[in-house]
């Protein structure tokens, strides 16, 4: 049974890495109605400029690097933006999910360019063991993340509810040619909402890889598919949902690692998205609709 | 102005004739395929430059005596990435089947060299088997008894069995105090899978260890908490690792943060590699992987310094790819190949290749003798290599 309930506290604990990708992929479906498949693969990207940028200061810290990937993230989600999304037809639903497949592909393939495919070796944030409650384990820097995502939460919440920019934002959302018709440049609202969603990613880039201790291409498949697994979950658009829905997947992966084995857990997971789509394809925090 | 017109008619003259030897200059082609794109891109890359380097250098001590007594230049086609991945892998040996190659070195992968080998001819002159006739050479896909698949197939990889079968005895002699292994093993990779099933764990039994079992993940996990744990709760004195460098080091790296330390780590043979020194240096302290190369000859080291000017790294799997270039030029001059260009020539020397190849006893290696094995395998020298201050050293050296 201590078996069990470790397995599920691990699991609960790194799935704060999903929330915090879920989060950046959902505040694009809510703003733009738009799948961004680049998400993670960008994050991981930021991040590993970031460790880039570090190495080039003699002795920078960890957090220098988070700040580095932090950096870069926005500068790379607004080129995500005029990439995918501004010189492609934004109504062609297909030509703007295709660009950031597409776009996954090539920062992927130039991670592996750079990194000829290799690990790399990246800071830890917290450089401790883990915390220890009687018998149980906790790790401290899933913990930070977990508070990371809390805050990024709370950040996301406060910029659209509490700011101008905010307002915007939801107008654009909800109405984007009333929107514009109020004198609301629609153009800015998305490009800064996609700046906003990659300074996210680049901290969520680099505290993944922090938490994993290594930077490497075999990180961005997974994490692309468990953030969109999280958004679906979570409900489109819903940060709080996404956050949730990322500890829950976490959870339940050790579940059925625990009673199914590691060659099993992730059909497992799978078999949980096609259950929510078809009972409840709005997610956790969907109202109580039909799928039609 | 008649000075003049003689100059120029001499120029000419001389263009002439260098275009004439040029013409003239006889090659035999060869090709290399493998990974050069995603997680394992390096491996290609190394592979890539020791060929190159090593075609160089046949190329810089007269290149191949042909069957007329001439001697021809060694080419190399492009490396050509096969992602590791089997249609890939199987496409690239398509279509170099329609070229002049008269041999391929490749593949990287266990996955792609199986059914790679499975659709080459399985047995010689069989009339009934319409398989392709086209002589491989593998350097790196290292999976337990896979050249057996064809007789066309042939390897120049370390043997899994007999050098753990040595590490475990070794250890055994060296530190008697070790009792029990655990494995844990990347369950989705061919590669990682069948090296801890069907050799580490078996030549552990055999060497008098208790195995008390296995913890597995997948090649893209992140999240080894759980692992850890049942490591941790089998309390090893030798924790055996059957996985690549990415898992690898988030196994270590997890171990660190719950403070698990076996007595012992052993790794697997294709971890002893840089790529596991840029990933986790510090937690890689002290692992030990018996390897079929270090510079520790003179044409080792040599070996390693020309594939270093091509942007290469020498390890067990480059080095390889360096031999094995060497031994097709002993082949095809013992064979007594044309170097003719046309497809019946061609084919015929692809024969006689394979004849040549099958033929072998012993090879010559960067670490001594290779032997060669009725089943198309090689036998090779090897060493223990371990991990100190980031980077590989030779711990234990038999030879």
């Given at each position: 049974m201590f078996d069990f309930l470790q397995a599920v506290v691990d699991g609960i604990l790194f799935g704060t890495t999903y929330s915090l990708i879920g989060i950046g992929f959902t505040l694009v479906f809510g703003v733009m109605h738009k799948i961004n498949m680049s998400y993670a693969s960008v994050s991981i990207g930021a991040a590993y400029a970031?460790?880039?940028?570090?190495?080039?200061?003699?002795?920078a810290s960890a957090w220098v690097v988070f700040g580095f990937a932090l950096a870069f993230g926005g500068v790379f989600g607004y080129l995500v933006y005029i990439i995918c999304f501004h010189l492609i037809p934004i109504r062609n639903e297909n030509a703007t999910l295709m660009s950031t497949v597409g776009m996954l592909l090539l920062v992927d393939e130039l991670i592996t360019h750079f990194t000829t495919g290799s690990p790399q070796n990246y800071p830890s944030m917290v450089e401790m063991q883990n915390l220890q409650f009687g018998e149980m384990s906790v790790r401290p820097d899933l913990i930070v993340v977990f508070m990371v995502s809390v805050v990024s939460m709370a950040a996301m919440l406060a910029l659209l509810y509490r700011t101008r920019l905010g307002l915007a934002t939801r107008a654009v959302a909800q109405q984007p040619v009333a929107a514009q018709l109020c004198g609301i440049r629609v153009v800015r609202v998305n490009a800064i909402t996609f700046i906003v969603t990659g300074l996210l990613g680049g901290i969520a880039g680099a505290l993944v890889c922090s938490a994993v201790g290594t930077l490497s291409i075999l990180i961005t498949g997974p994490l692309t598919v468990k953030g969109l697994i999280v958004t679906v979950i979570g409900g489109l658009g819903s940060v709080p949902g996404a956050i949730i829905a990322g500890l829950m997947i976490g959870g339940l992966e050790n579940i059925f690692q625990h009673?199914?084995?590691?060659?099993?857990?992730?059909?497992?997971v799978m078999l949980l998205l096609f259950a929510f789509l078809i009972f409840r394809p709005g997610g956790i925090f969907a109202a109580g609709r039909g799928r039609d | 102005m008649k000075r003049m017109a003689l100059a120029v008619a001499a120029a000419l003259a001389s263009i002439g004739f260098a275009g004439n030897t040029l013409a003239q200059e006889k090659t035999v082609s060869i090709a290399a395929f493998g990974v050069?794109?995603?997680v394992l891109r390096l491996f290609g890359l190394n592979s890539e430059a020791a060929i190159n380097a090593a075609v160089e250098e046949v190329n810089r001590s007269g290149g191949v005596k042909l069957a007329d007594g001439s001697k021809a230049k060694m080419v190399v086609q492009p490396y050509l990435d096969d992602r590791c991945n089997a249609e890939e892998g199987i496409a690239v040996v398509r279509r170099l089947v329609g070229t002049d190659a008269l041999v391929a070195i490749g593949p990287t992968c266990s996955?792609?060299?199986?059914?790679?080998?499975?659709?080459?001819?399985?047995?010689?002159?069989d009339p009934k088997d319409t398989g392709l006739q086209f002589p491989i050479l593998t350097d790196v896909a290292i999976k337990v008894g896979l050249a057996q698949i064809s007789e066309w197939s042939f390897r120049n990889v370390p043997n899994e069995n007999t050098m753990y079968s040595s590490l475990y005895y070794w250890l055994k002699t060296t530190r008697p105090e070790l009792k029990t292994v655990y494995g844990g093993v990347e369950e989705d990779f061919a590669h990682s899978r069948a090296s801890w099933h069907v050799v580490m764990k078996e030549r552990a039994n055999a060497n008098g260890y208790t195995v008390l079992g296995e913890?597995?993940?997948?090649?893209?996990?992140?999240n080894f908490s759980t692992q850890v744990r049942e490591i941790k709760k089998a309390n090893p004195d030798i924790l055996s690792i059957a996985a690549h460098p990415f898992t690898t080091c988030g196994l270590l790296k997890e171990m660190e943060r719950q403070g698990v330390k076996p007595k012992l780590i052993v790794g697997l043979t294709s971890t002893s590699s840089q790529e596991t020194m840029q990933g986790c240096p510090k937690q890689a302290e002290g692992m030990i992987i018996p390897s079929s190369f270090a510079p520790v000859s003179k044409e080792a080291k040599f070996a390693s310094e020309q594939t270093a000017k091509k942007k290469g790294a020498a390890d067990l799997h480059s080095m390889a790819a360096w031999e094995n270039v060497f031994i097709l030029k002993e082949v095809m001059e013992q064979a007594k190949i044309s170097g003719k260009t046309d497809p019946a020539s061609v084919q015929a020397d692809r024969r006689k290749i394979r004849d040549g190849l099958?033929?072998?006893?012993?090879?010559k290696g960067l670490l001594g003798t290779n032997k060669r094995t009725a089943d198309r395998e090689a036998d090779k020298p090897y060493v223990f290599v371990h991990a100190k201050g980031g980077n590989w050293q030779v711990l234990y050296n038999p030879l």
């Open positions: 970031g460790l880039l940028a570090g190495s080039l200061i003699p002795g009673f199914r084995g590691v060659t099993e857990r992730d059909l497992y | 050069k794109s995603g996955n792609v060299a199986e059914p790679l080998y499975g659709i080459l001819q399985k047995k010689v002159d913890s597995k993940w997948l090649l893209n996990d992140t099958a033929a072998l006893k012993t090879t």
